[in-house]
């Protein structure tokens, strides 16, 4: 344990795990964005499509989070599922410059919203819209639009514009699951 | 009492100390949902994942679904990074990968693991991974299987070697890719890593034989460090001596023998049992081994003398002269405290030794044969049937050795190999015979094995009514029908009917027991005694003949499928049974061995069967109205090894029509042809039509065929074909396989010619009695000739000769020639296309050249005249 754990253990603040599931198309910097969280030792250089999953973990504030970045293209989407069982929150990643696919998107997000161990959970859905950078990358207020956000009413969700190569956007996204993870902490205490 | 204790026992093998001894399927998969567990549940993950691995390595088998959930749900657990916990994980995708379904999800964590820093995940993980990884996803791995040949690591090279040869199976040309890495690790200063590359290269080489050739020249004058890779290269260069016809390399045999002073044993060992094996060694190369294996015999380690008495003994079962400088050391090691190397000095010495010494090295089996496993036994075994073979004056003495053995314990494959060389003592020694059935007939009295009771009983149906008496033999066969299980009961009703059917006064006796067995419980042997009474009660010779003696040897499937085409169709007329094929009988296999492996492998490519050819052939609606397939041909290949395009024909024979069935393969990598077709030409027959295979890409075979009408005059009917091999080429692209968009060019190309032959028209046949069926076809169609067989040398040449030339099956053993005869009769039995009963008895005699007279019977003239002038 580091000092700073040690010092909220005794406080009381005892660590939370949390397992969240990041999915999107293909090539929309899941992994990349993964890798930006990752300690500077561990860090890959070469990110290469993945295949089937990999497992990252990460941290922030008093969380621990262990992803599941899936992979995202098409002949593997049908497998995710497997894991939404037991994830506490989801991150939903798309290239923002690829305005062709966002009805691909789309589709995906709604098998997502209906399927049945997601439909009646109150679990937190992060939107990245990456590829910020990208010269013809549209504003993340079109990319809600485009998936049709503001249909989502059951479940808290966020939207926030992100570039995974410099890391801009994603601690402020990350930061909202956070709390959104610790409410639910909170709420299944108090149950 | 005794079944308490029974319990006890068994609660003693499988309980006692094994805490997963009560481990069940279905609750073992309700525990695994313990690996969904966030955190993960190390402790407790960890003994669940070990229950399911014991209960797969037991042999319990799960379902699609079933493994798929345990497949998934075990995935989950990759967010552990404990050391075991993951190390099962590998374990558990391996077991599963078979079974469960989209197994490829784990690949990215599976090469995060071989790629990453942790060495306990990176050797373990490839190994999984080529395992989950098929042709079509090769080559998203295919980078880091190359990083991981070269590796550092020496247990990481070596995994990745090794899945080299587990990839090569299905993706053998992504491997070849990757030679210059395994090329590199040969070089490796592992002992370990230089024998898997050494292994890999060979494999990767190994249908070509100048690249082995080269190799191993290579290798040999520079040589691996690694003893083990020396091993191996010494068992590749005896394949290389004993594959090359033109006499051996000397070089290459100079290599072995200097291997026999290498510093380390298992290269002697190996060095010395390679010169041994091969078939062209003489005296004279045999010599310097031979003295390497006798010093080892001396040895103080028990593995040294237990491999070099072993090699000895399979030396002396061909060159015992070779082996007799060892008596002495192998006379020392009877009293040997190991009792396998005990064993195999005796058996060897009883191989190598004369006459005289027979009884006293009995003696001494005698006083151990309670001490030694079964497998050992059955060496003693085959020694003794070897030496009742050489010494036939000694037969009395191992007849009674062989009985007292047949009566101690031993398991099924012991009694198994006893039985077997008593029969081979009966079959070669007439005078031997009666003592021999005694023996068995009280073998079986107390016998717990069916499948052996009923193959004696199958012999004393054949033997015992040939004998003096064999009304002695009854009670035995009757004793079964009271006394044993219903498999037994039955074959003993079938025996107890071939005694009614050939001797005349046993006849109404056995009507009687046939009639008692006619009350019996099981279906099968009521069955059997009510059919066979009611065929021997007629008293009709010709009935009982056919219908008991040797009785139709029906195809089975062929049968079934025949009946219900027959129902399909008009039923007015009586069922066709000749338009049934018969069913040949079985041959003996060869074994093919691998350098790799220590147990005879099965040759690779296993020619279909009649039913499977059957079956492909009715699935062509241009062939689904042929009538039943009546034989196949062996493939005959119509193009040299090695060359562009290769070839290889199969002959089809059904009643009327021959269907020639071309298999083609195309080895260039930058040709795509279409439209194949095998154009074929010959005198009187016409083709009614082709099949051309629409598109054969680079190695993948495609079969293409032509339907050729019999000519009506059956004299007409071998023949001499040329073949042609037509085609359109494209050229397209070697490494995606992708053709020009350009249209190609005709081409052709010149094939070997068919020929169709008059065993073709013929299908082997088995005749239990070859007399009694010779006598019943009578001599109405009967023709004779004498033929000078001038180019055969040998008796046993002509008969294979003759045999293979008919493609008939030879009865009553006489295929086998005793030794130091000069004349011989043949006795072949078939049946010729369109249902014919055909028999021929060849009487041979030596005589500068083998001169042969051969009789041929059938029930239609024209069937005798082809084959009569068959041989001319
Ligand atoms: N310009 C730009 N490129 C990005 C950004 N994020 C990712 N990329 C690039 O996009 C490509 C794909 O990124 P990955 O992280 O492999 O995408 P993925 O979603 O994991 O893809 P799959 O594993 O196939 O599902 C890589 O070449 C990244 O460098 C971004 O914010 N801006
Ligand atoms: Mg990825």
Redesign the pocket.
């Known amino acids: 344990m580091g000092m700073f754990d040690r010092l909220a253990f005794f406080l009381g603040l005892k660590k939370r795990e949390a397992s969240v599931l990041v999915i999107?198309?293909?090539?929309?910097?899941?992994?990349?964005?993964l890798n930006h969280f990752k300690t500077e030792d561990q860090k890959t250089t070469d990110?290469?499509?993945?295949v089937g999953f990999n497992v990252e973990k990460f941290k922030t504030k008093n969380v621990g989070f262990t992803a599941f970045?899936?992979?995202?293209?098409g002949r593997y989407r049908s497998l995710w599922e497997h894991y939404y069982h037991d994830c506490q929150g989801v991150i939903f990643?798309v290239d923002s410059s690829d305005k062709l696919r966002l009805v691909v998107a789309k589709d995906e997000l709604d098998m997502l919203l209906q399927h049945a161990e997601i439909r009646h959970r109150r679990i937190p859905i992060l939107f990245f819209a990456?590829?910020?950078?990208?010269r013809d990358a549209v504003s993340s207020v079109k990319v809600s639009a485009a998936l049709g956000l503001e249909r989502i009413s059951d479940k808290p969700w966020h939207i926030t514009a992100?570039?995974?190569?410099t890391g801009e956007g994603l601690h402020e996204g990350v930061e909202w699951l956070t709390n959104q993870i610790k409410e639910n902490f909170g709420n299944n205490m108090n149950r | 009492m005794i079944g308490s204790f029974k319990q006890a026992k068994k609660d003693e093998e499988d309980g006692c100390g094994n805490p997963y001894h009560s481990v069940d399927k279905t609750s073992v998969l309700q525990e695994a949902r313990v690996f969904n567990e966030t955190p993960v549940n190390v402790k407790r993950s960890t003994h669940v994942l070990t229950k399911i691995l014991y209960l797969l390595n037991q042999g319990e088998t799960l379902a699609t679904k079933e493994a798929t959930d345990a497949f998934f749900a075990m995935t989950k657990l990759f967010q552990s990074n404990d050391l075991v916990l993951r190390r099962l994980v590998y374990l558990g995708i391996k077991e599963l990968c078979n079974v469960a379904e989209d197994t490829i999800i784990v690949t990215s964590s599976l090469t995060k693991d071989m790629t990453g820093r942790e060495d306990q995940y990176r050797a373990p993980a490839i190994r999984a991974l080529c395992r989950i990884t098929d042709a079509t996803m090769m080559q998203a791995i295919e980078r880091y299987m190359k990083q991981a040949i070269v590796d550092r690591a020496p247990g990481v090279s070596s995994a990745a070697l090794v899945s080299c040869r587990h990839i090569m199976k299905d993706s053998p040309d992504v491997v070849k890719r990757w030679v210059s890495e395994v090329q590199e690790a040969l070089s490796s200063d592992c002992v370990m890593v230089q024998f898997h590359a050494l292994g890999v290269l060979h494999q990767i080489r190994k249908s070509d034989k100048l690249a082995v050739t080269k190799m191993v020249s290579k290798l040999t004058s520079s040589g691996p460090r690694s003893p083990y890779a020396i091993c191996l290269l010494i068992r590749i260069v005896a394949r290389l001596i004993e594959e090359d016809e033109a006499g051996a390399d000397c070089r290459l045999f100079d290599f072995l023998e200097s291997m026999l002073r290498h510093k380390a044993e298992m290269v002697i060992y190996e060095a010395a049992n390679a010169i041994v094996t091969l078939r062209k060694s003489s005296a004279r190369d045999l010599a310097p081994a031979i003295s390497v294996l006798q010093l080892f015999l001396s040895s103080p380690k028990p593995t040294l003398r237990f491999a070099a008495v072993r090699t000895l003994s399979k030396v002396a079962m061909t060159q015992p002269n070779a082996v007799t400088a060892c008596n002495l050391d192998l006379e020392n090691l009877i009293q040997d405290v190991n009792r396998s190397i005990a064993t195999l000095a005796i058996t060897t010495l009883l191989k190598t030794g004369s006459e005289g010494s027979v009884d006293r090295l009995m003696k001494s089996i005698s006083s151990f044969l309670n001490d030694i496993s079964d497998e050992f036994k059955i060496v003693v075994v085959e020694a003794l049937r070897a030496l009742a073979l050489k010494y036939p004056r000694k037969q009395a003495v191992l007849m009674g050795q062989l009985a007292d053995m047949l009566r101690s314990e031993g398991g099924l494959p012991y009694k198994e190999a006893i039985a077997s060389t008593i029969i081979t003592i009966i079959e070669d020694n007439p005078e031997a015979k009666e003592k021999g059935l005694d023996h068995l007939c009280e073998f079986i009295e107390d016998c717990e094995h069916t499948t052996l009771a009923v193959r004696i009983l199958h012999l004393l149906g054949r033997e015992g009514p040939r004998t003096r008496q064999p009304a002695r033999y009854i009670r035995f066969v009757y004793n079964r029908v009271i006394l044993e299980n219903a498999a037994v009961r039955a074959a003993a009703v079938s025996v107890l009917a071939k005694f009614g059917a050939q001797c005349e006064t046993l006849l109404s006796n056995v009507l009687v027991l046939l009639q008692r067995c006619m009350m019996d419980t099981e279906d099968e042997v009521r069955d059997r005694a009510t059919y066979y009474h009611a065929v021997l009660a007629t008293r009709d010779s010709a009935l009982i003949h056919r219908y008991i003696l040797n009785p139709p040897q029906f195809a089975l499937p062929s049968l079934e499928r025949a009946l219900v085409q027959y129902l399909r169709a008009d039923t007015s007329a009586p069922f066709e049974t000749r338009a049934v094929p018969t069913a040949p009988p079985p041959q003996e296999e060869k074994k093919a061995q691998n350098i790799m492996e220590v147990a005879p492998r099965q040759e690779e490519r296993v020619v279909p069967t009649h039913e499977k050819y059957a079956e492909q052939l009715s699935a062509i609606p241009q062939f689904a109205n042929l009538g039943p397939l009546f034989k196949s041909s062996a493939p005959v290949e119509l193009t040299e090894s090695e060359t562009e395009y290769m070839v290889r024909c199969i002959k089809h024979t059904f009643r009327d029509y021959i269907v020639l069935q071309f298999d083609c393969t195309n080895t260039l990598n930058d040709q795509l042809l279409e439209a194949v077709n095998v154009v074929v030409e010959g005198e009187d027959w016409d083709v009614l039509l082709y099949i051309p295979c629409p598109s054969l890409p680079y190695s993948q075979p495609g079969s293409c065929y032509a339907l050729l009408r019999i000519p009506e005059d059956i004299m007409a009917t071998t023949g001499t074909f040329s073949a042609t091999l037509k085609f359109k080429v494209r050229d397209c692209d070697p490494a995606t396989g992708e053709p020009d968009t350009e249209d190609g060019y005709e081409d052709d190309y010149t094939l070997e010619d068919i020929e169709i032959s008059v065993a073709d028209h013929v299908q082997r046949a088995a005749r239990n009695n070859f007399a009694a069926g010779w006598d019943e076809l009578g001599a109405t169609n009967e023709l004779e000739d004498t033929f000078a067989l001038s180019a055969m040398s040998s008796l046993e040449e002509a008969v294979t000769q003759v045999t293979q030339f008919l493609g008939m099956h030879p009865c009553d053993r006489s295929d086998r020639i005793p030794e130091g005869k000069s004349a011989h009769t043949l006795y072949l039995a078939g049946t010729y296309r369109g249902g014919h009963e055909v028999l021929v008895r060849a009487k041979l005699a030596l005589s500068d050249g083998v001169t042969m007279q051969l009789t041929v019977r059938s029930d239609d003239p024209g069937v005798s005249e082809v084959i009569a002038s068959a041989v001319g």
């Not at chain 1, 999107?24 to 964005?33: F, I």
């Not at chain 1, 990110?47 to 993945?50: A, E, K, L, N």
């Not at chain 1, 990456?130 to 990208?134: G, T, V």
């Open positions: 999107g198309l293909d090539n929309s910097g899941k992994s990349t964005m990110i290469v499509p993945t970045d899936m992979s995202g293209q990643v990456n590829k910020m950078d990208m992100s570039n995974a190569i």
